[in-house]
């Protein structure tokens, strides 16, 4: 267990304080990392340390940055904003591309430079992880913009793991399958008013096991990807996808 152990570890975590994001922080927490969450929604009483920030916006990237610098260095980055949409190519508008875009893609690109040019900076080591998803390897029926997000950063993970393999710096991805989140009750609750528990129970029926992947199980993957335990893995996407791409 020492080896799962952040202890001193300066986490950075971005889109914390709801969803996936938010299980991330209390997960690393709970296992000694000190946690700075970067998130548009600074919510009251959030437990954690949160700065403000539009990760699709390379001033609002860079000013967080900044005043991340005068609490510690950062030893973990865990890129988890991002934002859901359905719809094929002919329902994607191009301004709701740029959108998604914005911040699922280019907001992993800002936050990851912010991060290795600081520790390239000063020679220190330190472990990335980017919420992907299994979007980015198969097609999913109106997941159009979604998917060549998703795509854009299985491929910038890559990347960064070649590029840096010799600086120590390890970088990984998690590719999710459904689930729940306060997104998919929003969306529900938006699309099928009356009908939401209906609803809910399909698509976790329509999982190999039945159910939607809890934010907790994300949250360990990340924790493990994060810690010593895993300081022979980079370059790496790890499928916690209930099974779906291997009933495909």
Do not use: W
């Not at 996936?20 to 000694?32: K, N, P, S, Y």
């Not at 009356?194 to 039945?210: D, I, R, T």
């Amino acid at each position: 267990m020492s080896a799962l152990r952040l202890d001193g570890k300066h986490a950075v975590v971005t889109g914390g304080a709801s969803g996936i994001g938010q299980a991330i922080v209390e997960r690393l927490a709970e296992f000694g990392a000190r946690v700075t969450v970067l998130d548009l929604n600074a919510r009251d009483g959030f437990p954690f340390r949160i700065i403000p920030t539009d990760v699709s916006n390379p001033e609002s990237v860079a000013d967080a940055f900044t005043a991340i610098d005068e609490i510690a260095p950062i030893d973990i980055l865990v890129c988890s904003a991002g934002i859901g949409f359905v719809g094929n190519i002919l329902g994607t508008t191009p301004e709701k591309f740029d959108q998604l875009m914005g911040v699922n893609a280019r907001g992993v690109f800002l936050c990851c430079q912010q991060v290795i040019q600081r520790l390239t900076d000063t020679g220190r080591s330190g472990a990335i992880v980017n919420i992907c998803s299994i979007a980015a390897k198969v097609s999913l029926a109106e997941r159009f913009a979604y998917s060549a997000t998703k795509g854009a950063v299985l491929m910038m993970t890559k990347s960064i793991a070649q590029d840096y393999i010799h600086q120590g710096i390890r970088c990984n991805c998690v590719c999710p399958a459904r689930v729940h989140t306060p997104f998919v009750d929003a969306y529900l609750a938006k699309n099928y008013p009356g009908q939401e528990a209906e609803k809910l129970a399909e698509l976790s029926g329509a999982q190999p096991m039945g159910r939607m992947g809890k934010t907790s199980e994300i949250a360990s993957m990340v924790h493990y990807l994060c810690s010593e335990e895993a300081s022979f893995i980079t370059g790496a996407d790890y499928d916690v996808d209930g099974g779906t791409l291997a009933m495909r």
